[in-house]
């Protein structure tokens, strides 16, 4: 059996497929029509036209995903030699395209760390079948896991209370990666 069957039959873990992201993609249009008529109505033509999106998702080799790698959840272990890193708070851990974790990670960080991360990801993962070979292939996809994180965030922005001009800026941030797709 291999490490994604044995990951698929892990039925404690949730399942990043198309019918999730679509979910997601429902709930913030939810939440963004509750907030703003306008921005709903510039939001609808991309949850409209997601399944691209969420066949690009689905579409990758599933890997284990924490789905929530920020830096709140990392710890570092510096007494070590090399330092040691654990990975905390799992509920939120599912079975997918591991590039959605690679998107937490590096939300907020500066253009060129945020370079240097992507290099270092993609560095480690060459050739083991869970990223696309072409750069092309791996720019859309990222732009796919973007998306989809961007969508997250605004399916929670009512919760978050987020100040509008946030959730505007989002909806423009949506617009943007779906063309890239």
Not at 89 to 112: P, S, T
Not at 156 to 171: F, K
Request: glycine fraction near 4%.
């Amino acid at each position: 059996m291999t490490r994604a069957e044995t990951l698929l039959r892990c039925d404690f873990l949730l399942r990043f497929d198309a019918v999730y992201f679509h979910d997601w993609a429902n709930r913030a249009l939810a939440a963004v029509a509750d907030q703003s008529a306008d921005l709903a109505a510039r939001l609808e033509p991309i949850v409209h036209r997601y399944d691209r999106i969420a066949r690009t998702l689905d579409g990758q080799a599933p890997t284990l995903v924490h789905n929530d790698l920020s830096p709140k959840n990392v710890l570092v272990d510096r007494s070590a030699r090399p330092p040691r890193i654990f990975f905390v708070d799992w509920e939120m851990a599912g079975v997918g395209c591991g590039v959605l974790d690679l998107v937490h990670l590096k939300y907020g960080l500066e253009r060129q760390d945020e370079e240097r991360m992507c290099a270092a990801y993609c560095g480690e993962l060459a050739g083991m079948d869970f990223l696309p070979s072409g750069p092309t292939d791996l720019k859309r996809l990222l732009a796919a896991a973007e998306l989809h994180k961007t969508l997250y965030r605004l399916a929670h922005s009512l919760e978050w209370e987020l100040p509008i001009e946030t959730v505007a800026r989002w909806v423009s941030d949506t617009r943007e990666l779906f063309e890239q797709v």
